[in-house]
């Protein structure tokens, strides 16, 4: 299902457009997370891009914007499209992306843990924009992978050129042993990390820290300009 609704997602005009970022977020929805915590992860990360300082970046260079896609995963054969390409050029195109986030609703799915096939799918989408000056896929999760292709697996080859894969994990153990198996086998490629939500009610803020952290070094080299 990897080829599922991400064939076609991307408009003509929007791949010929200037475009600052492309960003790719996979939520985890495999059976650990429940139908509260669900909702943390949709409403946490429309909190974050709402807040003030992640706007501010956002909106720096409206005629080559920041490009969102996000998605949700578990199995080897679910993901599904929360989020479509969009161009985030300014609060009348936030504010739509928000209400779609918001106002989703989880699909059935299968309650288990893929990450390997989680990067497939954000390698797919990230694809459908080669033009883009920096490209990023944001893996969001609670557990280890334990179905499909190990993350391990997933051969340098299967990912897009210059692409940056990023963690958020949610990790309330002492040792940090879910963030530095996400450092071990998920994350990849020059300055990529993993940003730790201590619990799901720590997510909306952990996931701003993440987002400023991956859009303000392209900020502050285009102010440099």
């Known amino acids: 299902m990897i080829r599922f609704a991400i064939i076609g997602l991307c408009l003509p005009s929007m791949a010929d457009a200037a475009c600052r970022q492309a960003l790719a977020l996979g939520l985890d929805v495999s059976g650990s997370v429940d139908a509260e915590e669900y909702r943390l992860q949709l409403d946490g990360l429309a909190m974050a891009l709402q807040s003030e300082r992640v706007q501010e970046v956002l909106f720096l260079q409206p005629a080559a914007p920041i490009i969102i896609a996000v998605y949700e995963w578990s199995g080897p054969e679910d993901q599904k499209i929360i989020l479509p390409w969009t161009a985030l050029t300014g609060p009348p195109e936030l504010t739509k992306a928000v209400t779609t986030l918001w106002s989703y609703q989880r699909s059935a799915a299968a309650p288990t843990t893929a990450i390997g096939s989680a990067l497939l799918a954000g390698f797919a989408l990230l694809n459908q924009q080669p033009n883009c000056w920096k490209r990023t896929l944001d893996l969001s999760g ?3 992978a334990n179905t ?15 692409v940056v894969v990023n963690g958020l994990v949610i990790d309330a153990s002492t040792d940090a042993e879910l963030a530095n ?4 086998y998920v994350i990849r490629g020059p300055g990529s990390f993993v940003e730790i939500a201590t619990s799901f009610d720590d997510y909306a803020a952990a996931m701003e820290r993440k987002l400023l952290r991956e859009l303000e070094s392209l900020a502050t080299g285009a102010l440099d300009e």
């Open 181 to 184: 198996y996400y450092k071990s």
């Open 148 to 162: 499909g292709p190990r993350p391990q697996d997933i051969s340098s080859t299967k990912m897009p050129d210059g």
């Open 142 to 144: 609670d557990g280890h």
